[in-house]
């Protein structure tokens, strides 16, 4: 590219553009982003224990990661989510956390931040500090050293309660993810939100989502989040609360712990009404809903040209076939997989 091209591409990419908008009149503000499909654990909920990862040659760069990621906050979004697998996992990855952290500087970007397993983050909880990063998600589903072994079939729980400490130590405000499992780990929830809570951090209690064959069923896992916060107000005051975070889970505060809990039920409600975000896998393959198959190739016009117009088309295509809602169905006949890829493949 002659000095005078590469000139024109900075224009191009510097030039205001319409924000992405779908057909229902959701702006697109929130963009979660699989940097890789590999995973140091192999949760019973979310992959196979003997997994096939893709080629590396088919992940997109973190040079690419960086152009996409970029292309997104010039069309408006405003908080950026890095996800995994296990992002932490993927080489030289806080060179993209110190690349994008430049939209946080000059405002285009509210909010940089990562989902992880907690187990590669006592090494890089300071970098992450360092990169603007605020608050981040920790999956954690049992605080027992046994049962966390077998729930993520080899994870060591000592790596991410020290990853835990690290953060909070760093500065980083923690928020736990914990999947519901029935007959896994429902009679240790009301323990774990009273932990989290002591250590000033709030917890978000999810559905088991029908993604991808895991070897283990589905329907038997479902634990119905209705039925929870059943159990749950028969020990402590609920209180529904208007606080949002921008993504899909609905708060209430409990007075006896001071804390706020967070519902993700894809199953029992529908949160679609609202949804502003959409996933990027690190394949460069954008899904429009993580309930959906329909998914567009960012890639390809992404190596297509120096300048990013063809991006931005692509984009423009892809939101415009945003549907109104996912369909997630936990029991349908079969019992095959509402969405055949795995919820490592999108960072759930």
Known sequence: MSSEEALIDRIDRATPRAPLVDTFGRAVTYLRVSVTDRCDFRCVYCMAEHMTFLPKPELLTLEELDRLCSAFVARGVRKLRLTGGEPLVRRDVMTLFRSLSRHLDSGALEELTLTTNGSQLARFASELADCGVKRINVSLDTLDPQRFRALTRWGDLSKVLAGI???????????????????????????????????????????????GETGSERVDQYLPLSTVRAQLEQRWTLEDIPFRTGGPARYVSIAETG??????????????????????TCTGTLYMCLGQEDAADLRS?????????????????AIFRKPKGHDFVIDRPGRAPSVRRHMSVTGG
């Open 165 to 211: 400490d690290a953060a909070q130590a760093a500065g980083i405000h923690v928020k736990l993810n914990a999947v519901a499992l029935r007959g896994e780990n429902e009679d240790e929830i009301p323990s774990l939100i009273e932990w989290a809570h002591g250590r000033g951090m709030d917890v978000s209690l999810i559905e088991v989502m029908p993604l």
């Open 259 to 280: 804390g706020k809990l967070g519902l993700i039920t894809p199953l029992t409600h529908n949160f679609c009404e609202g949804c502003n975000r959409v996933r990027v």
């Open 301 to 317: 016009p992404l190596r297509a040209s120096e300048s990013d117009e063809k991006l931005h088309a692509a984009l423009d295509d």
